[in-house]
């Protein structure tokens, strides 16, 4: 393994983070997340001379797959995402994408299990299935030669998490991902969230210790 570079750029009206992550040495990576606009993803990936090998989708909502096809097409790699995603990433009513501008279908080539290890470009990666945000979500920790990193879709942002009032979503559910899944690693991990700043398992778990509602300790 190298060393990780991570560059983000955040595309859709959803303002929803797309990250390439790639060793600067060999200049082998990956997409997580490809929001949407295609041509501004290939331009990022160009300026930044990537040899592109996988996308990888934490979840199947409209907003985090929206340049999937075009990039698959384009780059010639296979998709990953949880096995339980299959209905979002399939499903425009459930994807949301027909009501939200372009309707979008995604298959996905490569389905994974929960706490299912694997290899792209170079780097470990574990998928965390963490469902609640959508009944298939998925966290990966992605790994160099230093340190592990989270990346987290919208299962938990800075201070906050993913809403669970859509399609396959449970409240109930996505805290039980966040406290038996998530806060259980470690504290110093950096987590760079679907939306939003990255932050800290430790700085999280001090946030869920302070929330009022009663629901999170």
Not at 115 to 132: D, N, R, S
Not at 164 to 172: A, I, K, Q, W
Not at 187 to 209: L, N, Q
């Amino acid at each position: 393994m190298g060393l990780l570079s991570i560059k983000s750029v955040v595309l859709s009206v959803c303002a929803t983070n797309c990250y390439i992550l790639y060793d600067d040495n060999t200049k082998e990576g990956f997409i997580i997340d490809p929001a949407d606009s295609p041509d501004k993803i290939i331009d990022l990936v160009s300026s930044l001379q990537v040899n592109v090998k996988a996308i990888l989708l934490t979840h199947g909502h409209f907003d985090h797959i929206g340049a999937t096809n075009a990039l698959r097409k384009h780059y010639q790699v296979d998709v990953y995402a949880h096995e339980e995603e299959v209905q979002v990433t399939k499903d425009i009513n459930v994807n949301l994408s027909e009501y939200f501008g372009e309707a979008n279908s995604v298959d996905v080539d490569v389905l994974l299990r929960d706490g299912q290890c694997f290899e792209v470009a170079g780097f470990k990666i574990k998928g965390i299935h963490t469902p609640g945000h959508t009944e298939g979500s998925c966290c990966y920790v992605v790994s160099d030669d230093e340190v592990d990193r989270l990346f987290s879709g919208d299962t938990i942002f800075y201070h906050s998490y993913g809403r669970t009032d859509l399609p396959t979503g449970s409240g109930g559910t996505i805290i039980r991902s966040i406290l038996d899944k998530l806060l259980v690693l470690d504290g110093s991990m950096e987590v760079f969230p679907g939306h939003g700043d990255a932050t800290t398992i430790d700085d999280e778990k001090k946030w869920y210790r302070r929330d009022t509602s009663g629901n999170i300790n």
